[in-house]
């Protein structure tokens, strides 16, 4: 089992940034690649942002070049450095991670991010 929790989110206005963490516990060994998940009313929950336990990392196109992923295997944290808010990236956020073995995946509670015109 694997447990995550997000830091809070906020309301930034637009232009602003805003980092997210997600703090790992339990059968940390198993995690293969962490990452952030988002879903915004009436919309499915979509990629963000993935980094693998090798450092490879995934965005998704409508972040590129302003958000960031990193990860402290030391702390078990991954971290979302997000720059440049839009209004359109006001979402719940997700922390998930997926397992090496049998590709579980277990999520965060979500954190609700708002981004003001």
């Known amino acids: 089992q694997v447990q995550l929790v997000e830091s809070e989110g906020g309301l930034v206005q637009a232009g602003g940034s805003l980092s997210l963490s997600c703090a790992a516990s339990?059968?940390?060994?198993?995690?293969?690649?962490i990452g952030w998940y988002r879903q915004a009313p009436g919309n499915q929950r979509a990629l963000v942002a993935t980094?693998?336990?090798?450092?490879?990392?995934n965005y998704a196109d409508s972040v590129k070049g302003r958000f960031t992923i990193s990860r402290d295997n030391a702390k078990n944290t991954v971290y979302l450095q997000m720059n440049s808010l839009k209004p359109e990236d006001t979402a719940v956020y997700y922390c998930?991670?997926?397992?090496?073995?049998?590709?579980?995946?277990?999520w965060g509670q979500g954190t609700q991010v708002t981004v003001s015109a």
């Open positions: 339990g059968n940390t060994l198993s995690i293969n690649v």
């Open positions: 998930k991670a997926n397992t090496l073995l049998y590709s579980i995946n277990y």
């Open positions: 980094i693998s336990s090798s450092g490879s990392t």
